[in-house]
């Protein structure tokens, strides 16, 4: 098992807004046609299995009948995914650059929706997203193809805080939801790879130090599922951001941060053989970008959740 980053941790300070602000133009109430979270019994004739295999109570299909065209991009192939729970969740469309640019893409997006916000995927791809009250849209610049994901948020609370579009004349990435954390993709808006100077002295070193590589983050966002930490420390090594770990205070014991993991993770899937040898170490979860860990620390009677990359 990868070394797991362990530190001792101080506060930062969660903010939000009014979700009325989160919308953006034109959000979309269905895709192609199909309702955000209608089920897949009352749509299935629509649909066929997708290539794509299914995994972590994820199901995917593609349409019947029906070209990969969405929202004027001519796609390769669009698959749709329906949760654990049957509801239609998500949809997702590669498209080789031979048929639509990433960057005409991009123009006609801020067209529709309006302004975007600006930044990198985890392995440092050029990622554009629009983010509304119910509805996310993301465009992912993986030359020589590119992919765009729209992601159903309705059925979730708001995690996080949406900054300022303007954010002082500097688009800013800072934005979580609780299905990007279900994603295990970085935390509060910093994917896996990004790199803390590209945050405009957002994150800076905790007082006292603790290690060179630890980092702690202005008025970064504290939530985790239906829970919320103490305390948040991100870890930036020459391969940016590589762990984030969430310290819980005595007043959240250890049966509701647990499920609060569940929440957003679902059953634990890593063996009792890779927690083994890690002192403190109760429940594990892995997904293909990253996996969490949870502790508990007898002693000090509280959690922590630690959250890092598997590249």
């Keep these: 098992m990868k070394r797991i980053w362990k530190f001792i941790v101080i506060t930062a300070v969660a903010l939000s807004i009014s979700p009325a602000a989160w919308a953006f133009q034109n959000e979309p109430d269905a895709f192609n046609g199909v309702k955000w979270g209608v089920h897949y019994d009352s749509v299935r004739n629509m649909f066929r299995p997708a290539r794509r295999p299914n995994r972590n109570g994820k199901y995917y299909y593609e ?36 048929r639509d640019s990433f960057d005409n893409a991009v123009a006609r997006g801020v067209r529709k ?30 030359r020589p193809t590119w992919r765009f994901i729209c992601t159903w948020t309705g059925r979730d609370s708001w995690e996080g805080r ?22 295990l993709d970085g935390y509060g808006g910093v994917s896996w790879g990004d790199r803390y100077y590209a945050f405009g002295g957002e994150f800076t070193k905790p007082r006292p130090k603790r ?3 630890v980092y702690v983050r202005r008025n970064g966002t504290t939530s985790f599922g239906n829970a ?13 951001l590589r762990s984030v770990e969430l310290v819980f205070g005595r007043r959240m014991d250890y049966r ?19 927690l083994r040898g890690t002192r403190g170490a109760r429940a594990g979860w892995t997904k293909r970008d990253g996996s969490a860990v949870l502790y508990w620390d007898n002693r000090t009677k509280s959690a922590t959740v630690v959250l890092y990359s598997n590249n």
């Excluded at 919320?228 to 940016?240: I, K, L, M, N």
């Design 228 to 240: 919320r930490a103490d305390e948040v420390y991100y870890t930036f090594t020459s391969q940016g």
């Design 63 to 98: 349409r019947n009948l029906h070209s990969p065209r969405w929202a004027g991009i001519e796609a390769d192939v669009i698959t749709y995914m329906f949760n654990a729970d049957g509801r239609f969740e998500e949809a997702e469309g590669r498209v080789s650059s031979h």
């Design 256 to 274: 509701r941060v647990y499920d609060a993991c569940r929440s957003l993770w679902g059953a634990e899937n890593m063996s009792a053989r890779d």
């Design 113 to 142: 929706w309006g302004s975007p916000v600006y930044g990198k995927s985890g392995r440092g791809h050029r990622k554009v997203s629009w983010f509304g009250r119910d509805v996310n849209i993301v465009f992912v610049d993986e």
């Design 162 to 183: 949406r900054p300022s579009p303007d954010h002082g004349g500097r688009p800013h990435p800072e934005v979580e939801y609780r299905q990007e954390l279900r994603r």
């Design 211 to 213: 290690g060179s590589d």
